[in-house]
């Protein structure tokens, strides 16, 4: 055998104290480099530093042999450090109850002693296979364009956002104000730093402001600055906003909360480039770009006088609606599992994916405060799951009421279809044959249906 074929074999981890057994164990595996570990500390050991794909866990270890806890303890240690790695678990102390508390507790599968070498074997290559399989599934995740676009690291895959995408990555070469028009948690600040850092001023700074966050009394100074003496506490020259983004962006979030007298200010400086700072007497010359966002009723608001309309259209140069999380079909599940990917690697838990239930039930949700609900349900989601599944329990989420009702059967019938594909695709981690299997659809019927609807079939 070549060094080359050493080192090309996938690694298994044997745990397993009974010296007899672990060099049985060791020549049943002559296709993969067998590791062996007579203890929990050698088994950790080798797993930092061998990076194991599977392991066959021997629950009754030292110093507890005839029990149980050392070796389930053992398993809650491999799948905090490596929560990927399939453990398979065996005991013969009270097998059934064994069985389950593994399994609850992340065990891939489960085997009783004594061990039959045929059957285990086929447990392990079947271990190996899926976990092949859920590692090329990533690599696909990773490189299916549209899924994670260019523009600020944005994760979509529904054609509603695509669009929005690629208008902010047309406007953003262009000197031009720019207005972000969505619900609370649409991602709006997320675009505006894409817009950012897709344009000519993506070296220079980019500066945001949530103007509701800020006492109308303090909003001022802390848009155009102050100087030394200005106001009592006033203790030295201070920039605003406003200069510190020049030469670069400035993100006004809740632009609608702006008091009218700060408003004839700010139109001052759309339209003369110039600021003055609280208690100053010279004009300062700045060179930033405005890009705002408000999930207000703007129009209305000048209708009714609380928005001064030749500030409206200095700032809405170019108006961009952003659909809420509802409306992009897909991506509440797509979304869900990057989050569940990064905070549970974070918080080194040991949840991977969703069950069924829990994934309807992300897909049916309305999701009224759009992807920073989803975020903190996933989180939550991420401590609370016991398992390697989160089910719809752990993110305390009930059937959805469904969409309002459409009175044109054409309209109807489009509207699933583009629901359905959205579903199937993040169901399928974006995977078309998978997708087409779930709909019950060929691969070119659903390539078809794809390209109709505006799904990147790449």
């Given at each position: 055998m070549s060094r080359i074929d050493i080192i090309t074999k996938q690694k298994l981890l044997v745990v397993e104290d009974d010296p007899g057994l672990q060099t049985q164990l060791r020549w049943a595996y002559e296709d993969y480099?067998?590791?062996?570990?007579?203890?929990?500390?050698?088994?950790?050991?080798?797993?930092?530093?061998?990076?194991?794909g599977v392991v066959t866990l021997d629950l009754g270890l030292p110093p507890d042999p005839d029990g149980v806890s050392e070796g389930f303890r053992t398993l809650g240690e491999i799948l905090s450090f490596a929560p990927d790695t399939k453990v398979i678990v065996a005991s013969g102390h009270n097998a059934r109850e064994s069985?389950?508390?593994?399994?609850?507790?992340?065990?891939?599968?489960?085997?009783?002693?004594?061990?039959?070498i045929d059957e285990l074997g086929a447990i392990v290559r079947r271990a190996f296979h899926v976990r092949n399989l859920e590692e090329e599934n990533r690599r696909l995740m990773a490189a299916v364009p549209g899924e994670v676009t260019m523009l600020g690291g944005l994760i979509t895959a529904a054609p509603e956002m695509t669009r929005v995408v690629r208008t902010i990555e047309k406007v953003a070469g262009a000197n031009v104000s720019v207005m972000l028009l969505g619900a609370s948690g649409t991602g709006k600040e997320l675009l505006?730093?894409?817009?950012?850092?897709?344009?000519?001023?993506?070296?220079k700074a980019f500066v945001a402001i949530n103007c509701a966050a800020i006492p109308d009394t303090l909003l001022e100074s802390e848009l155009f600055g102050h100087e030394k003496g200005a106001f009592t506490g006033a203790v030295k020259t201070t920039e605003g906003k406003i200069e510190m983004a020049d030469g670069g962006t400035l993100f006004l979030d809740e632009i609608g909360d702006i008091p009218l007298p700060l408003q004839v200010k700010l139109l001052r400086f759309l339209q003369e480039r110039v600021i003055e700072r609280i208690g100053g007497r010279k004009p300062i010359p700045v060179d930033t770009r405005i890009v705002c966002a408000t999930h207000r009723d703007l129009k209305a608001m000048v209708a009714e006088?609380?928005?001064?309309?030749?500030?409206?259209?200095?700032l809405a140069e170019i108006v961009v609606p952003i659909p809420s999380l509802a409306e992009r079909p897909g991506d509440a599940v797509l979304l869900a599992r990057h989050f569940l990917r990064h905070h549970a690697?974070?918080?080194?838990?040991?949840?991977?994916?969703?069950?069924?239930?829990?994934?309807?039930?992300?897909e049916s949700w309305r999701w009224p405060g759009n992807v920073r609900e989803l975020e903190n349900r996933v989180k939550r989601a991420a401590i609370m799951a016991e398992g390697k599944a989160v089910t719809a329990s752990d993110l305390d989420l009930e059937a959805g009421e469904g969409d309002d009702a459409f009175v044109n059967l054409r309209a109807?019938?489009?509207?699933?279809?583009?629901?359905?594909?959205?579903r199937a695709m993040a169901m399928a981690d974006n995977n078309v044959s998978a997708a087409a299997r779930l709909l019950g659809i060929s691969r070119p019927t659903l390539y078809d249906l794809m390209k109709q609807h505006g799904f990147n079939a790449a």
């Open positions: 480099e067998v590791l062996v570990a007579g203890t929990r500390e050698e088994a950790l050991a080798l797993m930092r530093s061998e990076e194991p069985a389950l508390t593994a399994i609850a507790g992340g065990a891939w599968d489960f085997y009783q002693k004594p061990v039959d505006a730093k894409g817009l950012h850092q897709a344009g000519p001023r993506a070296a006088g609380s928005f001064r309309e030749d500030l409206y259209y200095r690697g974070q918080m080194k838990t040991a949840a991977r994916d969703f069950t069924p239930d829990a994934a309807a039930a992300i109807v019938r489009e509207a699933a279809e583009r629901q359905a594909i959205g």
